[in-house]
């Protein structure tokens, strides 16, 4: 298995577009997860998905994110309009069981400018 | 709210030499601790994993240890060398409902001289 991937490894916009991170989870993981990283508040969890159904999108930081996950072997992160402040590398994980057996992604690098 | 803290920030040792590297948590209310190693430019890698019963738990040359009633763990690695250079993270999950829920602490930078 070639792991969670990620893509696109970087991404460089400018304030107001729009983006998209995909994620595909390593096949049989039922959970799904995208977490955040920043130096300043290390990693957060966004949201996750149970069997393609969100379960909690507590930590999705505002309106503009959205997250969706169609079928078991893709999800998107979507973040529209982007803002500076979004800068930051995003993770997506699965796993077989809700709390280890975590897989991680390479993540994606995003830079608004 | 859960809180971890894991201190040093970073550290430097020689190769060979045994290290501790601590975790702290605010909540002792937690249904397992886990360790990851993080390698620059990657995702994490999983280590160990404490369920909340357990006090250790082994790899290799790793050992991690819990101590739940005081909100504290340690990662020990023995014979450090240049390839365990890496940031080393520690997380929790809550209890009861909220078990997916990982909190991580902002990581130990280790560096391994060789």
């Known amino acids: 298995d070639a792991g969670v991937i990620q893509s696109p490894r970087h991404e460089v916009t400018e304030m107001g577009q729009e983006v998209t991170l995909r994620c595909k989870p390593i096949?049989?993981?039922?959970?799904l997860f995208w977490y955040r990283q920043t130096m300043m508040r290390g990693l957060e969890l966004l949201i996750y998905?149970?069997?393609?159904?969100?379960?909690?999108d507590s930590g999705m930081p505002e309106d503009r994110f959205s997250a969706k996950m169609p079928n078991a072997s893709f999800s998107t992160l979507k973040i529209q309009p982007s803002e500076p402040r979004d800068s930051a590398v995003y993770f997506c994980?699965?796993?077989?069981?809700?709390?280890?057996?975590?897989?991680f992604g390479s993540g994606t690098r995003l830079t608004v400018v | 709210k859960q809180e971890v803290t894991q201190i040093p920030a970073a550290l430097s040792v020689p190769e060979g030499e045994n290290l501790v590297l601590n975790c702290s948590f605010t909540?002792?209310?937690?249904?397992?601790l886990q360790w990851f190693r993080q390698d620059p430019g990657k995702g994490l890698t999983s280590l160990l994993l404490?369920?909340?019963?357990?006090r250790e738990q082994t790899s290799g040359r790793l050992n991690a240890s819990l101590d739940k009633s005081s909100g504290r763990s340690t990662l020990y690695i023995a014979a450090s060398q240049p390839g365990d250079s890496a940031t080393y993270l520690c997380?929790?999950?809550?209890?009861?409902?909220?078990?997916?829920?990982?909190?991580f602490g902002k990581g130990t930078l280790l560096t391994v001289n060789p």
């Open positions: 998905f149970n069997n393609n159904v969100p379960i909690d």
């Open positions: 909540d002792s209310a937690i249904y397992n």
């Open positions: 404490i369920q909340s019963s357990q």
């Open positions: 096949s049989g993981h039922d959970y």
């Open positions: 997380a929790v999950s809550g209890s009861g409902g909220s078990n997916y829920k990982l909190t």
């Open positions: 994980a699965s796993s077989w069981t809700a709390n280890y057996g975590y897989t």
